[in-house]
T-cell receptor, first 114, second 111 residues
Framework: DTEVTQTPKHLVMGMTNKKSLKCEQHMGHRAMYWYKQKAKKPPELMFVYSYEKLSINESVPSRFSPECPNSSLLNLHLHALQPEDSALYLC?????????????FGQGTRLTVV | GQQVMQIPQYQHVQEGEDFTTYCNSSTTLSNIQWYKQRPGGHPVFLIQLVKSGEVKKQKRLTFQFGEAKKNSSLHITATQTTDVGTYFCAGRRDTGNQFYFGTGTSLTVIP
């Protein structure tokens, strides 16, 4: 199983809503990532988890709150978002600190904030 | 943060022509990865280069990592319509798991 599964695929939320994005992998990867991608732009790193601990936060606003409840799951909790937060949110996973390491990406959640 | 630039930003080629995208980092990288993202899709891993001066081939695709480990290139020979998409390099520093995507090159292949 080389899949990273993200749910939901599409999400429309209001600025006062609270929602969560979910990501799951069963490849035994202990590094998991959240990226944000705007149209026609590269993915931007948001958070990195290593061994279920947050290791990198790329100065992401606190309205985005990541959580890694176990080695297979990664969540991104959303609260009080702004319309400019509308984007494709990508989850990825990889082995931790291996020389040859590829990242596997999920299909993403396309988020629209209204 | 780490700056990884790619040129060109866009490239239109006739089917059968060759294509090259170049990736340049402001800092030395421990390794570099290449991804392809089809329109509406997600990034898909193509290859990883680790050694200085490394060259790898995958059928019509040739990947190079510069001697100084600050630049890389992807060359496609005789493009096909299935090559359409955006090609991203992604650089990884010596420390940490994080990797940063280049600005990407969007390839259009005209039949």
């Amino acid at each position: 199983d080389t899949e990273v599964t993200q749910t939901p695929k599409h999400l429309v939320m209001g600025m006062t809503n609270k929602k969560s994005l979910k990501c799951e992998q069963h490849m035994g990867h202990r590094a998991m990532y959240w990226y944000k991608q705007k149209a026609k732009k590269p993915p931007e790193l948001m958070f990195v988890y290593s061994y279920e601990k947050l290791s990198i936060n790329e100065s992401v606003p606190s309205r985005f709150s990541p959580e890694c409840p176990n080695s297979s799951l990664l969540n991104l909790h959303l609260h009080a978002l702004q319309p400019e937060d509308s984007a494709l949110y990508l989850c990825a996973s990889s082995q931790v600190l291996q020389i040859y390491t590829e990242a596997f990406f999920g299909q993403g959640t396309r988020l629209t904030v209204v | 943060g780490q700056q990884v630039m790619q040129i060109p930003q866009y490239q239109h080629v006739q089917e059968g022509e060759d294509f090259t995208t170049y990736c340049n980092s402001s800092t030395t990288l421990s390794n570099i990865q290449w991804y392809k993202q089809r329109p509406g899709g997600h990034p898909v891993f193509l290859i990883q280069l680790v050694k200085s001066g490394e060259v790898k081939k995958q059928k019509r695709l040739t990947f190079q990592f510069g001697e100084a480990k600050k630049n890389s290139s992807l060359h496609i020979t005789a493009t096909q319509t299935t090559d359409v998409g955006t090609y991203f390099c992604a650089g990884r520093r010596d420390t940490g798991n994080q990797f940063y995507f280049g600005t990407g090159t969007s390839l259009t292949v005209i039949p």
